[in-house]
């Protein structure tokens, strides 16, 4: 049972990054939402150990066992190291999940999922929300990062 809702859930967010990339990367007519150029790391480190920290990790290590659902059927908080998944998934679905959370994320793609994963939309304004994305992104390794732009951008990894 609890093998198998992990599974789920990891299927379910592999599903919403696969959308996403699918979605951005039809372009034309459809604005997709990338992070801006100007990003302020130092203001978003801040952001980080005052907001995300305390589920995701001072070090952004995410909670133990991460992968497996709790006694409550929720999924831990994944790391946002290179160790986790965030690095996945384009810049728009990092940035909806951060400001609507999983449930309503979820709920938008016809998914009813309980999740762990509380919506900043109330609490942080647009811009702080890309200053903590980019205070992330800036710990991943270069390749990583590479990749993670690549996925949002629907272009081939250099
Ligand atoms: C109350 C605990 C809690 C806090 C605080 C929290 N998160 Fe989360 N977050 C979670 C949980 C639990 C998940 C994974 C399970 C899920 O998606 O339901 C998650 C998942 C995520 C994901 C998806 C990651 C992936 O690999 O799919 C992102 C992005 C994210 N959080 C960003 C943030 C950011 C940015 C902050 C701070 C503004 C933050 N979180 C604060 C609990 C939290």
């Known amino acids: ?5 992990a599974i789920l859930g990891i299927g379910v967010l592999a599903a919403l990054g696969a959308a996403a990339y699918v979605w951005t990367g039809s372009a034309g007519d459809v604005q997709s939402v990338v992070m801006p150029e100007s990003v302020d790391l130092v203001a978003g480190e801040a952001l980080y150990a005052e907001t995300c920290a305390a589920c995701h990790g001072a070090n952004l290590e995410g909670q133990d066992n991460w992968r497996s659902p709790g006694a409550d059927g929720r999924l831990p908080a994944p790391p946002h190291d ?54 992330i992104k800036s710990t991943w390794p270069e390749e990583i990062q590479d990749i993670q732009y690549a996925r949002t951008h629907g272009v081939p990894v250099n």
């Open 1 to 5: 049972m609890r093998a198998m809702a």
């Open 82 to 135: 290179e160790t986790g998944h965030t690095w996945h998934h384009a810049d728009q679905v990092l940035f909806d999940y951060t400001k609507l959370g999983g449930r309503e994320v979820m709920a938008a793609q016809g998914m009813e999922f309980d999740s762990g994963m509380p919506g900043f939309g109330d609490q942080l304004s647009d811009q702080e929300i890309w200053n903590i994305l980019g205070y």
